[in-house]
């Protein structure tokens, strides 16, 4: 069974999430800067596509109106429906507005 979760990040009052992808025992994490989490909320409450270069320089995140594809440096790319990514950080952010 395959889940997909926002949460706050590890370290308490720091800004930005976790993007957490679950699948059977199999656990990927990604963080996202309060910088690039507010970026991705932008492009999905407008309902665009965008690149979103990371700050390391070498990830990025694809915003397109079915799939949105995360390219993480030494990691095989994560997907997840662009619309449940969008549900997720408007339900996340809500409950988190300072993230």
């Given at each position: ?7 706050t ?7 930005g ?43 990025s ?39």
């Open positions: 069974m395959s889940e997909f979760q926002v949460d990040p590890y370290i308490p009052n720091e800004k999430c976790r993007l957490i992808w679950r699948h059977d025992d199999d656990e990927k994490i990604i963080y996202l800067r309060h910088e690039d989490l507010t970026e991705l909320n932008d492009v999905l409450s407008h309902n665009s596509t965008s690149k979103i270069e990371l700050e390391d320089g070498v990830s995140i694809m915003i397109n109106s079915d799939i949105t594809e995360f390219f993480m440096a030494h990691m095989k790319p994560l997907e997840i429906q662009t619309k449940t990514l969008k549900d997720k950080i408007s339900e996340f952010l809500a409950k988190n507005p300072n993230a």
